[in-house]
């Protein structure tokens, strides 16, 4: 654990706040993108395979409970919630999320660290992970509106990743052989899909007007 660790978990669990917070208080999941979260509920729960099984520390085991019970929170909160769900604008969030899963399971069998269940799973969720942002990203640029928690919930997930990224550049050069293609790859090219939306947001912010996307 280092400071860029910590900052991107807690950058992470910020998102995840905001989202609820928004959920929850004012019962909205306006401009929030469902394919993305089920993307996400299914990278934690391929990812945390080894929650019960392997003990790393109390820490890593709060963290992942936490994102594996909010991520099927919200997706439940989206689906069923009597009053949520009418703000979900299903016309809208039309990303075929299904075509980026059987790519990613796929390169998960062709490239790993080891031939395991647990290990493919793993992999697996690396690279869902890396492309589960794009029906949000694709719903927001189609409907324009962004309110600031959304906006600051899309933000705070890809200063998480770029956190992490700065995470794996302290430790190659303070940690001997301390080298991991697969996650350096998959969080850049996340990071990478992010560029346009940090661009806008930026700006919005420096001049003080309101985030938009181009169409």
Request: net charge positive; aromatic share 18%; charged share 15%.
């Amino acid at each position: 654990m280092n400071i860029f660790r910590f900052a991107g978990d807690m950058t992470h669990l910020l998102s995840v706040l905001v989202l609820l917070l928004k959920i929850h208080t004012i019962k909205s999941c306006a401009g929030i993108s469902l394919k993305t979260q089920e993307l996400y509920a299914l990278v934690f729960a391929t990812r945390y395979l080894d929650i019960f099984t392997d003990f790393i520390s109390l820490y890593n085991i709060i963290m992942k409970l936490i994102f594996l019970g909010s991520s099927f929170s919200i997706v439940w909160y989206i689906r069923r919630h009597k009053i949520v769900r009418r703000s979900y604008d299903k016309d809208q969030d039309t990303f075929r999320h299904h075509f980026l899963i059987l790519p990613c399971l796929v390169l998960s069998l062709l490239i790993h660290e080891k031939f395991t269940f647990k290990e493919i799973m793993w992999t697996f969720s690396i690279f869902l992970e890396a492309v589960a942002i794009l029906p949000q990203l694709v719903l927001l640029q189609r409907t324009r509106n962004i309110d600031n928690l959304t906006g600051q919930y899309v933000f705070l997930l890809g200063a998480y990743r770029a956190l992490y990224i700065v995470n794996w550049i302290y430790r190659y050069f303070t940690e001997p052989h301390y080298v991991h293609w697969i996650p350096w790859i998959a969080g850049i090219v996340q990071t990478l899909l992010y560029a346009d939306f940090f661009y806008y947001y930026f700006e919005s912010w420096k001049n003080n007007k309101k985030l938009e996307l181009p169409a």
